[in-house]
């Protein structure tokens, strides 16, 4: 799965999927700190409350980073298009996803995605991986640490897009990188209205964690990205569509973001659905 394998590291590197599981206060708990109401309550107020000034390139960072910061859950729908995820056999499904970083420490992941025709799933509670492969695990879920996984080197992919870097680290990132950068508009996602902005990005010019994360030979054979965001009211992504190629082929990751500040949920799975690896 080679193919497969370069875009699972370049979505774990946060390259496909903006801010992908960076949603929750960063290290030092400044949403946690911010008042005593609840995720959900504070991810209302925020979005009752209109942006009240233009974004530009020099504030875009720090108003969309600090709108993901005031939510700590998200769910997200991601699905790739174009040749390279044609031929990683990733293109036309779509990949769901559920983030929980009230606790950045020990954030809670759910996600689920078919690659070349096998069925993938992981959770991710306190620390420990609960990983599905169908067929593979009798469609139940070996458990596995961190450490376990990256000691094995075909499942070290499943840790790194479990990562949940601050969000605003990771789009300063982006800040040097920007080539250009231009309002494009609105468009409907969910049913509400949203503005969209895009930018196009010189990867070489990526700082940060995104990029600590993928091997330089990747990074080489990236040409220039396109990455259009559509904000909401509260400035959080509704949508992030990002346009790239891979050693000339093109990769179109789409995602949908919603249910900003909700309980989603996520437990270990019962008992009777581990199996011994």
């Not at 394998?5 to 708990?29: E, F, H, K, P, Y």
């Not at 031929?87 to 020990?106: F, H, K, L, Q, Y």
């Not at 054979?221 to 093109?250: I, K």
């Amino acid at each position: 799965m080679r193919i497969s394998q370069r875009i699972v590291s370049l979505a774990g590197a946060g390259l496909l999927t903006v801010g992908l599981a960076g949603c929750g206060a960063a290290a030092d708990d400044t949403a946690s700190d911010a008042g005593s109401g609840t995720a959900s309550d504070t991810a209302s107020d925020t979005a009752s409350e209109p942006a009240s000034a233009e974004i530009t390139q020099a504030t875009f960072v720090e108003r969309v980073g600090a709108a993901q910061e005031t939510a700590t859950t998200m769910h997200i729908e991601s699905s790739y298009s174009g040749a390279l995820a044609e031929a990683g056999g990733m293109a036309g499904g779509t990949i769901p996803m559920d983030v929980d970083a009230s606790d950045p420490e020990s954030p809670r992941m759910s996600m689920s995605m078919d690659v070349e025709g096998m069925e993938l799933s992981m959770i991710l509670v306190d620390k420990t991986y609960y990983i599905s492969m169908g067929e593979l695990t009798q469609g139940k879920y070996i458990e596995a640490t961190e450490e376990e996984l990256m000691s094995d080197p075909s499942m070290g992919s499943f840790q790194a897009m479990a990562d949940a870097p601050d969000p605003k680290a990771q789009l300063e990132g982006f800040q040097d990188a920007i080539v250009s950068f231009e309002e494009s508009g609105t468009d409907t996602v969910g049913g509400a209205e949203v503005d969209l902005y895009t930018l196009v990005l010189d990867p070489a010019k990526v700082t940060g964690p995104q990029v600590e994360q993928l091997d330089p030979e990747m990074l080489d054979a990236l040409g220039e990205m396109t990455v259009v965001y559509a904000l909401d009211e509260a400035d959080r992504p509704a949508r992030v569509e990002v346009t790239m190629t891979v050693e000339g082929q093109e990769l179109v990751s789409t995602s949908e973001f919603s249910r900003w500040g909700e309980d989603l949920g996520i437990e270990a799975p019962p008992a009777d659905q581990i199996v011994e690896q």
